[in-house]
């Protein structure tokens, strides 16, 4: 059965199923939050973001951002609460979707896939060109961070 045979509500459920999930971790430490600059592709290569990636079919955001968290810095996490709404990205096809995190056991990032990364505080976070899609989850910041100085 093609979509278009589908009733308006059935479509709307299609839809949201086939729509991508992006999860990407803010990592906050004493009123930090870990930056990272992408190597690629050429389009994005030097624009900010959270590390993170695609959640694989019938894998949980929590699972996939841990997952992520190893591949790209090679820290073992502990996720949080969501920060701020989902973001649509590519004309609706997928969301971004970011989540507070704490590193567990001492862990020390290390830019295994990223050309570089950077612990910003509140006051520092519009030091780097974030890619746009970023900029509302950004703002959630500075209250997270302060709240994480302790
Ligand atoms: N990881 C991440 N991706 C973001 C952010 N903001 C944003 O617009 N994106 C976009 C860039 C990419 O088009 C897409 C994620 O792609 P990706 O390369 O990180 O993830 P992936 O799972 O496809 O790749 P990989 O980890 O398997 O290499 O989402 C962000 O803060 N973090």
């Not at 973001?49 to 929590?62: C, H, I, L, T, W």
């Amino acid at each position: 059965m093609g979509s278009s045979d589908l009733m308006p509500g059935e479509q709307q459920v299609s839809a949201a199923k086939s729509r991508k999930v992006i999860v990407a971790a803010a990592i906050i430490t004493e009123g930090r939050v870990l930056a990272c600059e992408r190597s690629a592709p050429p389009e994005v290569a030097g624009r900010w973001e959270f590390p993170g990636g695609k959640v694989e079919p019938g894998e949980s955001d929590e699972h996939a951002l841990a997952r992520e968290c190893v591949e790209e810095l090679d820290v073992r996490v502990e996720v949080g609460d969501r920060i701020g709404p989902d973001v649509p990205l590519a004309h609706g096809r997928a969301v971004l979707r970011v989540f507070a995190v704490t590193l567990l056991g001492g862990d020390q990032p290390r830019a295994l896939e990223h050309t570089a990364i950077r612990w910003l505080s509140a006051d520092e976070l519009d030091s780097v060109p974030w890619l746009p899609a970023d900029k509302p989850i950004v703002a959630e910041l500075p209250e997270l961070l302060r709240r994480s100085r302790g």
